[in-house]
């Protein structure tokens, strides 16, 4: 008999170096084993009746194993690897008998530990043909598979796939909140800082604190002094917003006078209601004994200031903004209520959704970012609360929140 040709290792594939990209971008190699990928190793494993599954993974010099079910090795060289071979093509590749095989007969993983006579690789193909490995099984012996066990190893590669894209969703939505956390942190420093310096020196201006001003300039610079709250307060809602929903808003719990808050939220927004030529009052509707929550002053504060500026928005003239307090059991109902327009039916669903502004007509002299129910609605949540509306168009509308009479900090 003439001399047998010596093993013969796998070609790197043509897409190679975006094959390797794609494994980068996956940062999966070298990580810690996890259950997800040993429990579809194991289920391989069990319906093909092999001692061995791996997924294994093809890197630049080594095929690494994100999962060894039956092997304590993790890694092996690349020249050796059976899944060399089988990442060049999508079906299933199949080696019923290794040692008849030319290109494995004298492989050191055949001739030794752990002696891969019967191999059968799956390769897991992620988007754009990209194909980083395989999910194989391995026997010590000779054997075949039934057309079953090919369809269910197939299978169970797909799942594997599925873990991997959901790794990269996951990558790519850590980058995205990295991305949003720089956004924030440059719009906080970028703009509102010099934001608020040019309302101060706008405000010093108007007042005449540095020398009168001609009728011209005066109107000029009420007209910058507007515009430049307007934008600060929107750059103000837009962080909020991205600290609420990125979970970085810290709430300063303590104990609250929730009326004393009340009845602070309505001289606070006493010159916005003259602005509408209305004015807000508060009502008690239980026996009048103090309320007293924990909250953080501040936020709930702000979110009486949006309900208050939008029910004066809406108000007609000579009208009277009524905020309510009331108690049923443990807990406690703030509403206000104005007597405007109303809000049509079809506009109710879109109230807290973010950037929509209803009354857009009504809304043009004082319009505002169309964030502020949102943000109500979250800070409110974040108090174990809820919030809600009811609308009769062309007599009343009421905002209301309820907060729980002793919340947790």
């Not at 939008?310 to 206000?336: I, M, Q, W």
Request: with cysteine; hydrophobic share 40%; glycine share 6%.
């Amino acid at each position: 008999m003439g001399e047998r040709i010596q093993m013969i290792p796998a070609p790197l594939p043509d897409n190679e170096e975006e094959r390797q990209r794609w494994l980068d971008e996956l940062n999966i190699l070298d990580t810690i084993e996890e259950q997800a990928y040993d429990d579809l190793t194991f289920l391989a494993a069990q319906i093909c009746q092999t001692p061995i599954a791996l997924v294994s993974l093809i890197d630049r010099e080594r095929q690494w194993f994100k999962s060894h079910h039956g092997l304590d090795a993790r890694e092996t060289p690349r020249d050796l690897a059976f899944c060399a071979h089988a990442i060049h093509d999508d079906q299933l590749f199949l080696v019923p008998d290794s040692l008849k095989d030319e290109r494995f007969h004298d492989n050191p993983l055949v001739t030794g530990a752990p002696h891969v006579q019967f191999y059968a690789g799956a390769p897991l193909i992620l988007r754009d043909n990209i194909r980083v490995g395989t999910l194989c099984v391995i026997d010590d012996h000779a054997r075949d598979m039934t057309e079953a066990q090919k369809q269910a190893l197939a299978a169970i590669a797909r799942q594997v796939v599925s873990q991997m894209e959901l790794r990269l969703k996951l990558h790519e939505i850590a980058q995205l909140d990295q991305a949003k956390d720089e956004f924030i942190s440059m719009v906080s420093h970028e703009l509102r800082t010099p934001l608020t310096s040019i309302n101060g020196s706008l405000a010093l201006l108007h007042s005449g604190a540095v020398g009168g001003l001609s009728a011209q300039g005066q109107g000029l610079v009420d007209i910058a002094l507007r515009n430049g709250e307007r934008l600060l307060n929107i750059v103000n809602d837009i962080l909020d917003l991205a600290k609420i929903e990125a979970g970085k808003l810290q709430l300063h719990i303590e104990p609250i006078d929730l009326e004393a808050l009340l009845k602070n939220a309505i001289e606070l927004n006493q010159p916005f209601c003259a602005k509408c030529k209305c004015v807000a009052k508060l009502r008690r509707s239980d026996d009048g004994q103090a309320v007293q929550i924990m909250g953080d002053e501040q936020r709930l504060l702000q979110v009486m200031s949006n309900l208050i500026s939008n029910a004066a928005k809406f108000s007609y003239p000579n009208d009277t903004v009524l905020v309510t307090l009331g108690r049923e059991g443990g807990e406690v109902t703030v509403g206000v209520t104005d007597h405007g327009p109303g809000i049509p039916p079809d506009k109710q669903q879109d109230l807290f959704t973010k950037f929509k502004q209803i009354h857009a007509e009504q809304n043009k002299k004082l319009p505002g970012t169309g964030l502020g129910l949102t943000i109500c609605k979250l800070i409110v949540e974040m108090h174990q609360g809820r919030i809600g509306f009811k609308s009769e168009p062309g007599v009343q509308t009421t905002f209301y929140f309820t907060l729980p009479l002793q919340a947790a900090a």
